[in-house]
């Protein structure tokens, strides 16, 4: 297993619709071993291909139930239904979220409370989760990823401004640019 570079926005790959995985090989099941390191190593609650600059249809994902018990798993070529957002502005203390490929930073954003994601994983069986709270928002926020979509896309204009403000602070929005966890200084 290796730890992979987490590609930072501007980089194409995290802003184009994943590929359908066809056929799950030893190179794919290599590849979600990989992003569990690396979501390890972030560390991180989830981790989909196209941050580690590879465009399928692949998320990773790791939390604790209610019960404090290890919530953890892959999806491949998943499909999201979900209920509609409450109406009104996200709780900046409930519902704040990050990205590990706009690290260091958190914004709130206002997500669906229940949804249910199916799939399949790394043997090739069918998966189907239907979680609610923090789960459910891992699971929206994994899902953008494959559609081209960061969370920061999704933000208020205040809070996109402000993004953009640190972007061209810290040099982002450009082709090419990642970190490497352990070895890159950056608080993700």
């Known amino acids: 297993m290796a730890i992979l570079p987490i590609r930072i926005m501007g980089d ?18 290599q590849l979600v071993a990989d992003m569990y390191e690396t979501m390890d190593a972030a560390p991180g609650v989830g981790l989909a291909a196209p941050q580690v600059g590879v465009g399928l249809r692949i998320y990773v994902y790791t939390y604790q139930d209610d019960d404090g018990a290890p919530w953890r798993g892959e999806i491949i070529n998943p499909v999201l239904w979900m209920k509609p957002a409450e109406p009104g502005s996200p709780d900046p203390d409930d519902e704040s979220e990050g990205c590990l490929s706009f690290p260091g930073e958190r ?24 979680v609610d709270g923090w789960r459910a928002r891992i699971m929206q926020h994994e899902f953008d990823h494959l ?24 040099g982002w929005g450009k082709p090419g640019q990642a970190w490497t966890p352990g070895v890159d200084d950056i608080d993700a």
């Open 147 to 170: 559609d081209g979509i960061l969370y920061i896309d999704r933000l208020g204009d205040s809070d996109w401004k402000t993004t953009q403000k640190i972007a061209r602070k810290r």
């Open 107 to 130: 914004f709130p954003l206002r997500r669906s409370d229940e949804v249910l994601v199916t799939g399949i994983d790394v043997e090739g069986k069918p998966v189907r989760i239907q």
């Open 12 to 29: 194409p790959v995290l802003h184009a619709p994943a590929s359908t995985v066809d056929e799950i090989s030893d190179e794919i099941r």
